[in-house]
């Protein structure tokens, strides 16, 4: 009996413990699906579940759970076992780390933002070729990228995308050769295989047919190789692509043998320059002509440049800052500041594409021959530059407009003090009227066509071509002739127009130093091509008038091989000719202020004349009364 009832009461709390477990699981169960107050409704409205916070990893999940209280050792043993491989040069193995780390810290934006970063910068310098680099940058946005994934509505990890491509390939010294690179990475791989343009067992390229509609559907690209690389000739170019066949690309790997008009895509998540999805808000970007995801390649076109992906993932990191649940803001950087990133990245593309020639029209290639035995001109129909500055004038504009920036004088007065203070502190961080005036006057045709006559008049002042950059400097659209310099505001042509009618751009510094280089340049011209008459009317002059000083009983054949400093000074420098911006403003003020006119002599490597002329002139009793003057003591024999 003892037995039994032993039996008995282990059954009854076997039961109970059983129920109990039923009524807390039942409970559980409640409290997670309580309409409104539950867990799930909870921690959905905090976004803190794994699929609010991201794309889920179940092997990385497994991995996490398996290691229990270790992780954060397991970590740490994994932190410096990556910088002892980097230390020793170990990419491979350095890579490894790092995605074992991102995997095990999928939700912690720290590690995903340094080792980004240590990969496209500090990784990518250790290589030589810069074909290495471009691989190991890829790679940095590529783990920032995928970071973004998993962790959503984080502004800073979009920024990060935006700005590796932004900085690292577009303004790094071998931007030239890593933008070729990203055109290329853009490219179908079929479009730019070497055995399109030659025959079998051939080096030269003997198919110019193909070769042509190759620079037709890509100008930005083979006028960079031909002008930055040096790729000279059309085997040069080919031979660029042949040496990059393969780099982190858009497409999927060729199939050896297999015929095929089209190469596939790779997945979204593989394919490099990873694209942003569509923007959500769109609040802090003016919508429509953005990149995305699901943009497809036919319309990409030329233009799917790395300042353009850029400015799409700097649109894309908006997106949080505007969500209405649940807002974040950046860590690093001020607010104002960062919701100007879009504009400022069209404003880089817009000066990129001046300064590799791409104005108003198109490009002329020289001295390749396609058929029917005549040079084609690429990139035509386009407004290249004045499309740039329109959209970045409209961007900037619209950011202004959404953030406030934009409030005139009578507006601001009616504010109250405090939001006052913070709209001046938030005018001056953003710089906001200086980059919408600078957006504002480039986009103006008058502006356009007057850079791209310097432009091509600075290419041919840099060979010696004086001949032909003098009448270009001296069109209408760009200096005027000499005849016009002095012509009322109102009759003001090309870049003298463009500075009398927008005094504001004209005061800028380094507009000012741009038009003292651009002025140089003209004067260059002219002093090559009349300079040595000049010089020679200058020497006699100087040398007529110091042999007047002489005695006039001194015979006149003992004056004239005497010759004093100065003409020594006039010998060995240019004439001094005059230029359109030598003369006053219509303020009667310096078109060019004498701190910038030194700046751009500076720029330009040239000595300031003048300066050195009245250094060879001083007396010593004139630099002793100097040096006294600034001891703070009187001059010689004073009181």
Request: glycine share 6%; with cysteine; proline share 7%.
């Amino acid at each position: 009996m003892t037995g039994s009832n032993f039996q008995q009461q282990s059954l009854i709390r076997k039961l109970t413990y059983f129920g109990i477990i039923l009524v807390l699981f039942a409970v559980t169960l409640g409290i997670r699906n309580l309409k409104g107050y539950g867990l799930n409704d909870q921690a959905k409205e905090l976004s803190i579940r794994d699929e609010d916070l991201g794309e889920g990893d179940l092997t990385a999940q497994a991995v996490r759970l398996s290691l229990v209280g270790s992780r954060g050792i397991t970590i740490c043993g994994l932190w410096a076992a990556a910088q002892d491989k980097q230390a020793k040069h170990k990419w491979n193995e350095l890579e490894l780390l790092v995605r074992s780390l991102t995997k095990l810290q999928p939700h912690f934006i720290a590690p995903w933002r340094f080792q980004s970063w240590n990969l496209a910068y500090n990784v990518s310098v250790e290589s030589d070729r810069v074909k290495d680099k471009y691989f190991y940058i890829t790679r940095g946005i590529d783990l920032a990228a995928e970071g973004e994934r998993k962790n959503k509505n984080n502004p800073d990890l979009r920024w990060d995308v935006g700005y590796f491509h932004q900085d690292k390939i577009g303004m790094a010294d071998e931007s030239n050769t890593l933008r070729c690179l990203f055109q290329l990475s853009c490219i179908d791989p079929l479009e730019r295989q070497p055995r399109r343009f030659r025959s079998p067992n051939s080096s030269v390229v003997d198919n110019m047919d193909e070769f042509k509609d190759f620079c037709e559907k890509h100008p930005m690209l083979v006028r960079r190789l031909r002008e930055t690389l040096r790729c000279k000739d059309p085997e040069d170019v080919v031979d660029f692509l042949e040496a990059n066949q393969k780099i982190p690309s858009r497409f999927e790997d060729l199939s050896s043998g297999a015929v095929q008009e089209t190469t596939p895509l790779k997945a979204p998540e593989d394919r490099f320059p990873p694209l942003p999805p569509i923007s959500q808000y769109g609040v802090q970007c003016p919508p429509g002509n953005e990149l995305n995801v699901d943009s497809p390649s036919s319309e990409l076109g030329d233009s799917f440049d790395n300042f353009a992906v850029a400015r799409a993932w700097f649109c894309y990191s908006q997106d949080p800052l505007d969500d209405p649940d649940h807002p974040r803001k950046p860590k690093l950087l001020a607010t104002i500041i960062f919701i100007g990133y879009p504009s400022r990245a069209q404003q880089y593309f817009a000066e990129k594409l001046e300064h590799e020639g791409w104005f108003d029209t198109g490009w002329e290639i020289p001295n390749w021959t396609f058929p029917p035995a005549s040079l084609i001109t690429v990139g035509k129909g386009v407004f290249w530059a004045g499309d740039a500055w329109k959209k970045a004038y409209e961007m900037t504009k619209y950011r202004g407009e959404r953030s406030h920036l934009d409030l005139d004088a009578n507006e601001v007065s009616k504010l109250p003090p405090q939001i006052q203070h913070i709209y001046n502190i938030n005018k001056n961080l953003s710089n906001h009227q200086h980059f919408l005036m600078m957006a504002r006057v480039e986009k103006d045709p008058v502006t356009v066509t007057a850079r791209r006559l310097f432009h091509q008049a600075g290419k041919l002042d840099n060979v010696g071509d004086y001949d032909q950059a003098k009448p270009i400097f001296e069109d209408p659209a760009a200096f005027g002739p000499p005849s016009t310099w002095d012509s009322p505001k109102e009759k003001a042509t090309g870049w003298r127009k463009v500075l009398l009618e927008n005094p504001d751009y004209a005061e800028e510094d380094d507009i000012e130093q741009e038009t003292f280089i651009l002025q140089h340049h003209y004067k260059h011209s002219l002093q090559e091509l009349a300079g040595p008459y000049y010089k020679q009317l200058v020497v006699l002059s100087d040398a007529l008038g110091q042999s007047t000083l002489w005695p006039a009983n001194m015979p006149f054949g003992l004056r004239m091989p005497w010759y004093t400093p100065s003409i020594q000074l006039h010998r060995r420098l240019h004439a001094q000719v005059q230029g359109p911006f030598d003369r006053l403003n219509a303020k009667g003020e310096r078109f060019i202020d004498p701190e910038n006119e030194a700046a751009a002599r500076s720029t330009l490597g040239l000595y300031d004349f003048r300066a050195l002329q009245m250094r060879m002139t001083v007396t010593p009793e004139m630099k002793e009364q100097m040096m006294m003057k600034k001891r703070g003591m009187g001059a010689p024999g004073g009181n």
